[in-house]
């Protein structure tokens, strides 16, 4: 079973940045799309990015196109989600998932393996 579980939450004003990292002690995602998924009070769960299982492919929710980036380091078995140009509306619960296969992909069903999560809170 593969567990990712997510880091680098917190609280932060409004024009600020956070960066999350998901990782996988044991490396098991590294063949695997991986997906940043949010959650605020009272809102379904959204997607927000996901990257391919090389990093040569990612694509973005348009609410955070230019203002998020996802990464991988896949020799740490890491991915990160940079966050600039921090709004209230991003305020939420960010989850990290691995997908069925390689590829990057925002459909939630394509996903198997899902963190716990980490809070983001934005002030504004």
């Known amino acids: 079973q593969v567990y990712p579980v997510e880091s680098g939450g917190g609280s932060v004003q409004a024009g600020g940045s956070l960066r999350l990292s998901c990782a996988d002690s044991r490396r098991a995602i590294s063949n695997n799309g991986v997906g940043w998924f949010r959650q605020s009070p009272g809102k379904e769960r959204e997607f927000v990015a996901a990257?391919?299982?090389?990093?040569?492919?990612?694509n973005y929710a348009d609410s955070v196109k230019g203002r998020f980036t996802i990464s991988r380091d896949r020799a740490k078995g890491t991915v990160y989600l940079q966050m600039n140009s921090l709004k209230a509306e991003d305020t939420a619960v960010y989850y990290c998932?691995?997908?069925?296969?390689?590829?990057?992909?925002?459909?939630?069903?394509?996903?198997?393996?899902w963190g716990r999560g980490t809070q983001v809170t934005v002030s504004s």
């Open positions: 998932a691995a997908a069925r296969g390689a590829w990057s992909t925002s459909t939630q069903s394509n996903y198997q393996y």
């Open positions: 990257i391919s299982w090389n990093g040569g492919a990612t």
